[in-house]
């Protein structure tokens, strides 16, 4: 008697909202992500960090609006209609970051995503992966770090 065994082959699956910040592609895993809101006006604190847009009250809770064009060095200015907030829960914290447009949401297999090098790796954005596609890349960047080392 001859028996056959299939080989089962399981794949590893990120999901990730992908969002612009200027022209550049950003990925943010879908399980730090609450919810993706219109603007919303902001209260502007003073002397509060650079990174700091201000707060907003969303359902009764303050939060934070971080602007990532601010964090990533982008100068490029958003077109208010088209800016879109993620309001994200990250290192047990809610915080809004303030982006050019929010695309879709995207799953890729684990082995679809590329390490990032130290050469490009910096501390200010600490890109921990990148997705590389036929019209562009998408950085996945590590929100943790980028919380932990800049609103300690």
């Keep these: 008697m001859n028996t056959m065994k299939s080989d089962i082959v399981t794949y590893e699956v990120f999901e990730f909202v992908e969002f612009q910040v200027g022209k550049s592609n950003y990925g943010m895993s879908i399980h730090h992500v609450r919810e993706i809101i219109q603007p919303l006006p902001v209260t502007i604190l003073p002397h509060a960090h650079p990174y700091i847009e201000g707060i907003i009250q969303l359902r009764g809770e303050v939060l934070p ?19 879109k907030y993620i ?8 915080v809004v970051f303030n982006v050019t447009g929010v695309t879709q949401i995207q799953r890729v297999n684990f082995t679809e995503i590329e390490p990032a090098s130290d050469m490009y790796a910096g501390d200010q954005v600490p890109v921990s992966g990148i997705i590389k596609r036929d019209n562009g890349m998408i950085l996945l960047v590590d929100f943790e770090k980028v ?3 800049q609103f300690k």
């Design 87 to 94: 309001v994200a829960e990250i290192g047990g914290k809610t």
């Design 65 to 83: 609006v971080i602007d990532l064009k601010k964090v990533t060095g982008n100068k490029e200015l958003n077109d208010v209609n088209e800016s």
């Design 147 to 149: 919380i932990a080392a």
